[in-house]
């Protein structure tokens, strides 16, 4: 069984962004700085889901695993080809709430490293 019981998100009260929170904490706190990268990853390839929710819980994820965690090397050293995924993956996303978020990405890389993702982004113009 496991540690938080069986969660049900079909019951009322269970907020899909009480999960993507509860999960995000998760990774956040007990991701090794060596395994954030390929969940980033990941995650930027979930934006493109069918499932429009997968989707979106991929973007809050993102999103938050950058903010928290988007100050390491690992992820610094990387931030031009995320910007370029992250570009990439615009042009096929379905949802206008999976967009802003992917947006919002970007702009957290870039308060993280601002003249790559600049530069990263001035190469698209």
């Given at each position: 069984?496991?540690?938080f019981?069986?969660?049900?998100?079909?019951?009322?009260?269970?907020?899909?962004?009480l999960?993507?929170?509860?999960?995000?904490?998760?990774?956040?706190?007990?991701?090794?700085?060596?395994?954030?990268?390929?969940?980033?990853?990941s995650?930027?390839?979930?934006?493109?889901?069918?499932?429009?929710?997968?989707?979106?819980?991929?973007?809050?994820?993102?999103c938050?695993?950058l903010?928290?965690?988007?100050?390491?090397?690992?992820?610094?050293?990387?931030?031009?080809?995320?910007?370029?995924?992250?570009?990439?993956?615009?042009?096929?996303?379905?949802?206008?709430?999976?967009?802003v978020?992917?947006?919002?990405?970007?702009?957290i890389?870039?308060?993280?490293?601002?003249?790559?993702?600049?530069d990263?982004?001035?190469?698209?113009?």
């Amino acid at each position: 069984m496991s540690t938080f019981g069986t969660l049900d998100v079909t019951e009322p009260g269970v907020s899909p962004a009480l999960i993507g929170k509860t999960i995000t904490n998760v990774l956040r706190l007990e991701l090794s700085s060596e395994d954030i990268l390929p969940l980033v990853h990941s995650l930027i390839e979930g934006l493109s889901d069918e499932i429009i929710n997968s989707a979106k819980g991929s973007s809050m994820i993102l999103c938050s695993i950058l903010e928290h965690r988007g100050d390491q090397e690992h992820v610094n050293g990387q931030s031009v080809l995320l910007v370029q995924k992250l570009h990439e993956k615009l042009l096929q996303l379905p949802s206008e709430e999976t967009k802003v978020r992917a947006l919002m990405a970007v702009r957290i890389l870039a308060s993280h490293n601002a003249m790559a993702v600049i530069d990263s982004l001035l190469d698209f113009a």
